[in-house]
């Protein structure tokens, strides 16, 4: 006997299931039929998001690098026509004339052209540097700004060729050449420009290092990359913490399977119903021991009102004035 009853608490394992049902609300029920759906779209998600992040990230540094430099060339060729322009215009520089080279340099440099890192370098005809200026940043009280200094000690009377280095081809070919990247004579990498001076046939040459020249840029790289790796952070916390919910909610299942289990042989073996009003709602609950009770057909759906009102034997109480007494009762 207790066997059959522990075989008919199996098959009706799912009795309690109705309880659960009637307590539930509709938009908790929807979720619950998702969320298989959502445990396994959840993951892949966030990995499409970092994904996007990533190459979101990649692409934004790129194109801005690419930027940079397009801005940077512009600059030292606009920069590099200016000079050899006003330069040009000077009288035909004489013996012991570098000084004065060295100032109009100075005084024509216009600001826009000026850029910390950047170096204006006059070589004579045979190649000699004679006058120049760098551009280096200076911090006061108003802010950071790029102001003109002298060329390094030993800069002057070294030849261009030696700075540049020689396998460049800004010397060989001039303007042509364009705006280059090159690695200097000193192996650090650098834009730079070449162009004729005809009057005094010598060369003008616009130095600037890719460090310095691409400050900003790598400053904004740094706060894209710090952005877009806190956002990855804070979504990994998150898809953690939903996994760790998930596990959980599938314990708390494995727990309420187990309980609703137990519940039902007990209802089995001692052979008594359990049954849920909703007053609300109109619904009612009943386990399935309270229909093998009845001699009824099990079911895991609810009962509606009206159907237990038919079942309740005439002379017994009415269940619409209970209704009603309870309502009354709960106001």
Partial sequence: MARAEVASASVNSDSIKGLAQSIAKPAYRRLLTAEPALRRAVPALIIAFLLTICVGAIVQVLDHRRQAISDIVKQIEGSADFLVDRLERLEQPKAGSERRLQTELERVMPSWARAPGRQVLIANGEGVIVAGIRHEVVTNADGTISATAPLEAGMVGRRLID??????????????????????????????????????????AIIHGRAEALAAWASDTALTVTLSATTGFVVLILGFAFHWQATRAREADTIYETVRSRIDTALNRGRCGLWDWDLARGRVFWSHSMFAILGLKPRDTLLSFGEVDALVHPEDIHLYELAAQLADATA
Avoid: K, M
């Fill in 163 to 204: 700075v540049l280095g020689p396998a460049q081809p800004l010397t060989t070919f001039g303007a042509a050449a364009g705006v280059l990247e090159i690695p200097l004579a000193d192996g650090s990498p650098a834009f730079g420009t070449v162009r004729s001076l005809h009057g005094s046939h010598g060369e003008l």
